[in-house]
């Protein structure tokens, strides 16, 4: 019992931790998640669609395959293929098609 008690004892630092000080990021309710939804819904409300919810978005594969580049990202560094990763991800993300 006594173990279980210490374990659930939370020192006052952590409660101060920011995102980048997490020991694996966490996606969900990130503010990376939250700009990501923010954009696509204003991106949709620019195109006049007006009945697309954040969990339709969150499920989509862009936004799915975005996510898993910036999991990437924050938990392994930033490496080569990490960042091309990340840039086409996020291309697709916002529409953005290439340069001729």
Not at 7 to 12: D, V
Not at 82 to 96: D, R, S
């Amino acid at each position: 019992m006594a173990m279980y008690i210490f374990f659930q004892k939370t020192e006052m630092w952590e409660s101060e931790k920011t995102e980048e000080d997490m020991e694996e990021y966490i996606w969900e309710n990130s503010c990376s998640q939250k700009n990501a939804l923010d954009t696509l819904l204003r991106i949709k409300a620019s195109e006049n669609v007006s009945n697309v919810t954040e969990e339709e978005l969150l499920a989509s594969e862009v936004v799915k395959n975005y996510r898993n580049s910036v999991i990437a990202l924050k938990n392994e560094g930033e490496t080569e293929n990490n960042m091309a990763q990340y840039k086409e991800c996020v291309k697709k993300l916002l529409n953005i098609q290439a340069l001729p």
